[in-house]
């Protein structure tokens, strides 16, 4: 097993564990546009407001566990004697929380904090407020979630770019294939590289792969993952 194997995940992965995605008519968008809740504009006009909308997700986060295909991706994790790579745009634990390791969160966590002034970040599950002091900048007020908002840079590009130029195997799980620069790895492979896309339904991007399966992630992601480890013995 000496591939080379990248698994960018998106919101599909974690919806069916009760996760509300961003773009759901009955998600956590509703009755809040996007300038209001994702953007550092919008925490600089109303942080109260920002606060209690990541505080609800946060919170949320208790009441949900992982299902079959992070499980899927923890247990192969595990067994796979290559190179791995686990990207999610999700800002939830569940994979962690699942046993994968070493998980790139290109769009920051929830349960973590960073400071505006100073740039701390901290592991950090309770509420935030206005009240909530930077542990190492020591002034309140300068919290705020550690979400990467819009027309902010996810983190870890240099990571994903340079591990794409040696991938043998690209797996996307779950993304609506609309949100950049995550969207455009799939074009960045070498030509010669494998590209599977697990998703409900086709996308803006799924001609760009080599095979797309259709289906609930905690069937397909199960049964592919399997058949990537026979395929490498």
């Known amino acids: 097993m000496g591939a080379n194997i990248f698994v960018l995940c998106g919101a599909g992965i974690s919806q069916e564990s009760g996760i509300s995605t961003f773009r759901d008519q009955s998600g956590l968008w509703e009755n809040h546009s996007i300038e209001d809740v994702a953007s550092p504009e919008g925490f600089m006009r109303n942080p109260e407001l920002v606060h209690q909308f990541y505080n609800l997700r946060r919170r949320q ?3 949900v566990i992982p299902n079959k295909a992070h499980y899927a991706l923890a247990n192969f ?5 290559g190179k791995f790579l686990l990207v999610t745009q999700n800002v ?3 994979h962690e929380r699942a046993g994968s390791c070493n998980v790139l969160h290109m769009h920051g966590q929830l349960r973590q904090a960073l400071c505006t002034s100073c740039k701390f970040q901290i592991y950090y599950e309770e509420d935030l407020s206005l009240s909530t002091e930077c542990e190492k900048y020591k002034k309140k007020g300068s919290m705020r979630p550690d979400i990467v908002w819009f027309g ?6 240099d990571e994903c770019d340079e591990f794409l130029q040696t991938t043998d195997l690209f797996i996307s799980i779950g993304t609506s294939g609309s949100v950049y620069p995550a969207a455009g790895f799939i074009q960045m492979l070498n030509p010669k590289a494998r590209s599977i896309e697990l998703n409900l339904c086709r996308t803006e991007i799924s001609s760009f792969f080599s095979e797309t399966r259709f289906g609930k992630a905690s069937e397909i ?5 399997n058949e990537v480890i026979e395929g490498y013995k």
């Open 152 to 157: 902010e840079v996810p983190y870890f590009l």
């Open 77 to 81: 994790q595990k067994i796979f004697s």
């Open 92 to 94: 939830d634990d569940l």
């Open 221 to 225: 992601v199960p049964k592919t993952l």
């Open 61 to 63: 986060l208790k009441s």
